[in-house]
């Protein structure tokens, strides 16, 4: 079973950052591709960004575009998520999951079950 534990959120002020932290237990994290979702109450679990298994290829949402960045360290079997320039939009509970596909083919797909997630505020 692929068990990944996302980490990192908090409150933050706008504008401020947070880094999120997917790790990855009883399998290669870097096998598979990984994608970032959020969710807020009553709406839809929405893609956010993704990262490719072999790292060449990633996707941003167009609402994080050019705000996030997503990476791998594979040595910690983990994958990240930096998110600056953050708005009260921003707020949500955080997931990652190993994605259906190696590469990020939209809509993102995760495979397995989802994890308890990461909630990230953004309020002043």
């Known amino acids: 079973q692929l068990q990944l534990v996302e980490s990192g959120g908090g409150l933050v002020q706008p504008g401020g950052s947070l880094r999120l932290s997917c790790a990855a237990s009883g399998f290669t994290l870097e096998d598979y591709a990984i994608g970032w979702f959020r969710q807020t109450p009553g709406k839809e679990r929405e893609g956010v960004s993704c990262i490719s298994s072999s790292t060449t290829g990633t996707y941003y949402a167009d609402s994080v575009k050019g705000r996030f960045t997503i990476s791998r360290d594979n040595a910690k079997n983990t994958v990240y998520l930096q998110m600056n320039s953050l708005k009260p939009e921003d707020t949500a509970v955080y997931y990652c999951?190993?994605?259906?596909?190696?590469?990020?083919?939209?809509?993102?797909?995760?495979?397995?079950?989802w994890g308890q997630g990461t909630q990230v505020t953004v309020s002043s």
């Open positions: 999951a190993a994605l259906i596909f190696k590469l990020c083919i939209l809509p993102l797909r995760g495979r397995g079950s």
